[in-house]
């Protein structure tokens, strides 16, 4: 989500279109999408509902440049704010965690979400926090990561099937590597569980050869294509599955004026909510990406565990923990992926050699 003055930067980036006297809100649906039509005045001049398809949104939005439309992320804004953005439309993709009048609403159809949709647009842009969607090379790049995230979940759940199972008739697979267990399993089936539990087997072992294309896929990705993720592998514990996925969500180092950002960016903030005296500590927004939120917080895991060498991003970490209560540890662990994300975005834009102790002290005197 961007933030209010880097919203406006975007906004005084973007071409002013002249003559702009309609808004429009568009619902997108999965097959068909409702569409508002609203004029200078705010009066509804046209509803209407269009297939969701790239011929139908050509022909119904041709005839009514030029023109402000207004979307709700979600499955197809992507490619919808795409198209649209040819036509020479000024498209706006709201932030669903500002449309608390439309997710709240006692009326809530997609009719009348449309035009609330288009009544905000034409209100103020900003009001919507808009959202910059990746391009699609970008996109098509992190399908590759998604997969094999999709393929490693599938594999933990045929690995937890079989221990289940066997467990039952008092068998138990050695504790080894998700790569070993298939070999592992199969010397602890039975002959009368082979025909059951050996099609089980078949697929982790397939799944473990899938990975190996992907992963050949990704160090390939980064090597070639993103050679900037070296930079951000010097951290120990961020690998090119971490590093790719954050180039690739970020897509551009210039996208935050502050590093420091990049960490609400991600989720990794505490809420807020102050007023008066009062000023209660919630918990972290998990706005953004939740697969790279993931990821930061997996590696942070590693930083602060036995195996994670010293560091200041280790001490920091330390510090917080050691202060006791029940949610120290995991308040530690957020903390620290949220400096780890702030100190990627860093050693990216900088270029500079990643420092794990003494960073402050040296930079002083220099």
Not at 21 to 41: F, P, Y
Not at 96 to 107: A, C, K, T
Request: hydrophobic share 40%; proline share 5%; glycine share 8%.
């Amino acid at each position: 989500m961007l933030s209010p003055k880097r919203a406006l930067k975007v906004q005084r980036r973007r071409p002013v279109k002249i003559g702009n006297t309609k808004t429009i809100g568009c619902d997108l649906g999965d097959k068909r999408s409702a569409i508002c039509v609203v004029d200078a005045d705010g009066k509804v001049i046209k509803e209407s509902t269009v297939a969701t398809e790239r011929e139908s949104f050509l022909r119904f939005f041709t005839k009514h440049a030029p023109s402000r439309v207004v979307l709700e992320v979600g499955t197809h804004s992507r490619w919808v704010s795409e198209l649209l953005g040819g036509l020479s439309l000024e498209v706006i993709v709201a932030n669903p965690r500002r449309l608390g009048m439309i997710s709240g609403s006692l009326s809530k159809n997609d009719r009348s979400d449309a035009e609330m949709l288009a009544r905000l647009g034409r209100a103020d842009e900003l009001l919507l926090a808009p959202v910059l969607h990746r391009s699609t090379q970008a996109q098509a790049d992190l399908a590759v990561l998604k997969s094999r995230d999709a393929v490693v979940c599938v594999r933990t759940k045929f690995i937890n099937i079989l221990r289940g199972l066997l467990k039952s008739f008092g068998l138990r697979v050695p504790r080894c590597t998700a790569e070993a267990f298939a070999k592992r399993a199969k010397g602890v089936v039975p002959p009368m569980l082979e025909a059951a539990l050996g099609p089980c087997i078949t697929l982790i072992e397939s799944t473990n050869e899938q990975l190996k294309v992907l992963d050949k896929s990704i160090e390939a990705l980064t090597k070639t294509k993103y050679p900037e993720t070296a930079r951000l592998q010097q951290v120990t514990g961020v690998g090119p599955i971490t590093s790719l996925a954050f180039v690739l969500t970020v897509e551009s180092p210039t996208r935050f004026a502050k590093s420091r950002t990049v960490g609400a960016f991600f989720g990794l903030r505490p809420k807020q909510d102050q007023s008066g005296d009062s000023d209660k500590q919630l918990r972290i927004t998990k706005a953004g990406d939740g697969f790279v939120r993931r990821l930061l917080v997996g590696c942070a895991q590693l930083i602060l565990g036995p195996l994670g060498p010293p560091s200041d991003l280790r001490s920091f970490g330390e510090r917080l923990a050691n202060r006791g209560g029940k949610n120290a540890k995991r308040r530690a662990v957020v903390a620290v992926a949220r400096k780890l994300a702030v100190l990627l975005h860093r050693l990216w834009v900088s270029g500079e050699p990643y420092v794990p102790l003494g960073y402050r002290a040296q930079r002083a005197t220099a």
